[in-house]
């Protein structure tokens, strides 16, 4: 069974530019949430999309967006970059529902550098 | 109040010997108290949980020690190999909030030296 697919696996962008990062999650899981990783803050919890709706939203900026397709892949965008976006960010799905819902699955992330 | 405190930040053990990671909380509407091992390179990977029903959960060379009264858990990694070195970390959520939102704690760096 393939497990959470990220891509890119590195980018590299400018201050002010814009970025979407894809999420691929396990066959099955409909739930879909996205973290920030940096080494000052440690993981911290972007938002939640289950069946393309986003249950629970973290504390950032409404320059961070996401959303999730029909077949539960989910995009996270960020527009004009700033320096402190850069970061490890992760990808994790789950089956969406509870019992089941606190199993989260991540990927290996996308690492964006902002110069 | 959503704050998980994890310490040491950093542990160095010797081949054989026990690594023990704590962590405590605030929130006493937590009820999934979840551990994860990262590798360089890697996402985080679901080491093993515990709920507050039980003071303790062990699977294989891993335990979690749960004190409900402190709110205090804590990881124990008994006969530490080499390949135990990773960073792990804590997390504490509400499973009935059912949104696949994670409190982390900060992280440890594990080295277990040959």
């Known amino acids: 069974k393939a497990g959470v697919t990220q891509t890119p696996r590195y980018l590299i962008k400018t201050r002010g530019q814009q970025v979407t990062l894809s999420c691929s999650p396990i066959?099955?899981?409909?739930?879909v949430s996205w973290y920030q990783q940096t080494p000052g803050q440690g993981l911290q919890f972007l938002f939640e999309?289950?069946?393309?709706?986003?249950?629970n939203k973290g504390n950032f900026p409404g320059r961070f967006s996401g959303r999730q397709f029909s077949n539960s892949r989910s995009e996270m965008n960020v527009s004009t970059l700033e320096l402190g976006d850069s970061a490890l960010y992760l990808c994790?799905?789950?089956?969406?529902?509870?019992?089941?819902?606190?199993?989260?699955?991540f990927g290996s992330g996308t690492q964006l550098s902002v110069l | 109040q959503q704050q998980v405190k994890q310490s040491p930040q950093s542990l160095i053990v010797q081949k054989g010997g026990i690594s023990i990671i704590n962590c405590a909380y605030e929130?006493?509407?937590?009820?999934?108290f979840p551990w994860y091992q990262q590798f360089p390179g890697k996402g985080p990977a679901l080491l093993i949980a515990?709920?507050?029903?039980?003071s303790e959960k062990k699977e294989g060379r891993f335990t979690i020690s749960f004190n409900k009264s402190a709110k205090q858990f804590s990881l124990h990694i008994m006969d530490s190999q080499p390949g135990d070195s990773a960073t792990y970390f804590c997390?504490?959520?509400?499973?009935?909030?059912?949104?696949?939102?994670?409190?982390f704690g900060q992280g440890t760096t594990l080295q277990v030296k040959p």
């Open positions: 515990i709920r507050p029903d039980v």
């Open positions: 999309y289950f069946s393309e709706t986003q249950r």
């Open positions: 066959s099955g899981h409909r739930s």
């Open positions: 929130n006493t509407a937590f009820d999934y």
């Open positions: 994790a799905s789950s089956f969406g529902g509870a019992p089941t819902n606190e199993k989260l699955f």
């Open positions: 997390a504490a959520s509400r499973i009935a909030s059912n949104t696949g939102k994670l409190i």
